[in-house]
């Protein structure tokens, strides 16, 4: 094996410890949030699913104002005005529109006859925000998280190398 390979394999193998002990922390938490994340259609509590086929004709005929009332009337949701609503998801095809409130509380509503079809909490609100870091603040979103994804690109990286010298210097191609 040349000098050079042996520099970038023991480079490689430093460069990989101190990332992967420095970064192991925001890993574990973006890592398990996305497993969560990319589950989440398929698990009730993360996300709220409407109950039933709606029949209806397609479309939301309800105002904005009748919206938010109706999503008042549901308590744990904790809304009185538009500044408690996070997001509204309005899907035109099924007639159902989302009210999420900010304590990731969501109410489903018919678009048309205004019935609460389901209320519920909506985890995977919350599971998005810690994702990304901005759960924690805008400056752990930016400064830890983000270098975070990099510095797994890194490990990456400094993994197949410290896999691959040894297998071409074993093979004599090195």
Do not use: C
């Not at 023991?10 to 990332?19: A, D, E, G, L, Q």
């Not at 489903?108 to 994702?131: C, D, N, P």
């Amino acid at each position: 094996m040349s000098n050079i390979s042996i520099q970038i394999f023991r480079s490689s193998k430093s460069i990989h410890k101190w990332v992967a002990i420095i970064l192991a922390f925001p890993l574990i938490i973006i890592f398990s949030t996305g497993i969560l994340l990319s589950i989440s259609s398929k698990v009730q509590w993360l996300q709220p699913k409407v109950d039933g086929k709606i029949a209806a004709p397609e479309g939301i005929s309800l105002s904005f104002d009748r919206i938010l009332e109706i999503a008042q009337t549901v308590p744990v949701a904790e809304i009185k005005t538009w500044n408690d609503v996070a997001q509204i998801d309005a899907r035109p095809k099924s007639s159902v529109v989302r009210v999420r409130a900010k304590n990731y509380w969501e109410v489903q509503i018919h678009g048309h006859t205004g019935e609460i079809l389901s209320s519920a909490k909506r985890w995977k609100t919350f599971f998005i925000l810690v994702h990304d870091g901005s759960w924690f603040a805008e400056w752990v979103k930016s400064w830890i998280f983000i270098p975070s994804g990099i510095g797994a690109l890194l490990l990456w990286i400094t993994g197949i190398l410290i896999w691959i010298i040894p297998v071409f210097k074993k093979r004599g191609k090195i």
